[in-house]
């Protein structure tokens, strides 16, 4: 089993940072790849940025570099660094664990922490 805790959220004004991070309970980065989703309101879940086991990255389209995911493989922890917050940032952001299994995938979800951008 594998736990994941994600913190760092909160309220920002528009054009501030956050930085998140995620703690796996375990070693998992060698297995697993890792994501950060969001979820708004009426919306459907949307990945945001990917670090693969290889450690290469892929962000969605709408971040335009504002975004950029990490990890410390030492502490077993993923990061996402959030610069010029704007209000259709706000969401719930999910950490995400993804390894391949037959037929598909299997992943491990965080709780969620919740990022409000507004002035």
């Known amino acids: 089993q594998v736990q994941l805790v994600e913190s760092g959220g909160g309220l920002v004004q528009p054009g501030g940072s956050l930085r998140l991070s995620c703690a796996a309970s375990?070693?998992?980065?060698?297995?697993?790849?890792m994501g950060w989703y969001r979820q708004a309101p009426g919306k459907q879940r949307e990945l945001v940025a990917l670090i693969t086991t290889a450690g290469n990255t892929n962000y969605a389209d709408s971040q335009k570099g504002r975004f950029t995911i990490s990890r410390d493989n030492a502490k077993n922890t993923v990061y996402l660094q959030m610069n010029s917050l704007q209000p259709e940032d706000t969401a719930v952001y999910y950490c995400?664990?993804?390894?391949?299994?037959?037929?598909?995938?299997?992943?491990?979800w965080g709780q969620g922490t919740q990022v409000t951008v507004s002035s």
């Open positions: 375990r070693s998992i980065f060698s297995i697993y790849d």
């Open positions: 995400n664990a993804r390894r391949p299994v037959l037929g598909g995938t299997f992943d491990y």
